[in-house]
Structure formats: structure tokens, C-alpha cells
């Protein structure tokens, strides 16, 4: 894949923003980053979702040009005013930096976050999530990526308990 170096930010319920990439006949890349807004601290977790020592990368891909990816147990403000996410396709690795507008409160909390992303090449990646919380010395959220082959999988790591405070 060329170093195509490309940054879009997204804000959440914000969608069609975008850079025009060289080389890509899809089209501009574009992202959306939607919340149900709940924190997950001391709401009961569905049948599935993974415990709050964990953060998970749920994501699926179309096989054409959108990628879905759902973080389950992101860390930020308890009262956020809404989230923020930047990505960066800078040769084969695509970087997304989380973040917050506003933290409105004392306290830090889990959330659930739908990120999809439009117009991005099938093709291999490495992964790395930039997280506002998640210090240097803990698990980080980095993995490769073949979205030929494998179009829908999930990426999880183990952190301590109330790693988010």
C-alpha cells in the first residue's frame, strides 16, 4: 500500500468528513463515531461483552470499502460532552486516536463506541488505538489486520482492574 498519509477527524453524529487520498478510486475517505452515550460502570453488561478489565475491537468489513469497528470498554470522562476520533492511513498502518470534548466530571467511566469508516481499500493493516486514558505501561489496543482474509474478527486485551480511573 503507498504512504498515502491521510487524517480525518470525526465527532460524534458527524459524518462526511474527509481528505481525498492518492490513489484510492474509492473516494475520499469518510468516518462517523456514534455512543449510546451510557456508561457502562455500574450498568449491567449484556450477554457477550466482555468484562470491565477488558477493552475490545469488535469489527467487520463489507469486502468492497467500509469497515465497522465497535470498541467495547473505552475509557474517558464519565460526562463527556461528546467523543472525538482522528485516523491516520500512513502506509500500511492505520492509526485512531480517541478523545473527548469536554470532560464535564470528576470521575471516568466505560463506553461503547461505533466507529465506521467509508471508502477504505481492502487491504492489510496494522492496527493502533491511541486511547486518552490507557497509560504507556498497559495493555494497548495493536494488531494487525488482513481485511482480505479476514473481514470480521474481534482484538481484545486484559488490563487491571479500574484501569479507566
Keep these: 500500500m503507498k504512504n ?4 480525518i477527524v470525526g465527532l460524534i453524529a458527524l459524518t462526511g468528513v474527509g481528505c481525498e487520498p492518492q490513489g484510492n478510486d474509492l473516494g475520499p475517505l469518510a468516518i462517523s463515531v456514534t455512543s449510546d452515550m451510557i456508561c457502562r460502570a455500574n450498568v449491567p453488561f449484556k450477554t457477550g461483552d466482555p468484562k470491565p478489565e477488558s477493552s475490545c475491537i469488535r469489527y467487520s468489513y463489507d469486502g468492497d470499502s467500509v469497515l ?11 460526562c463527556p460532552e461528546s467523543f472525538s476520533t482522528d485516523i491516520e492511513v500512513k502506509g500500511d498502518s492505520l492509526i ?7 470532560a464535564g ?45 479476514v473481514p470480521e474478527g474481534e482484538f481484545c486485551v486484559t488490563r487491571p482492574e479500574n484501569w479507566w480511573y
Design 4 to 7: 498515502v498519509g491521510i487524517l
Design 68 to 78: 465497522t469497528i465497535k470498541h467495547l470498554n473505552a475509557g474517558f470522562n464519565c
Design 96 to 102: 485512531i486516536r480517541e478523545g473527548e470534548m469536554k
Design 105 to 149: 466530571c470528576r470521575c471516568n467511566c466505560l463506553f461503547n463506541l461505533d466507529i465506521l469508516v467509508k471508502n477504505l481499500p481492502p487491504d492489510t493493516y496494522h492496527v493502533r488505538f491511541k486511547e486518552p486514558y490507557v497509560e504507556n505501561s498497559l495493555q494497548q489496543l495493536v494488531f494487525d489486520l488482513d481485511l482480505k482474509k
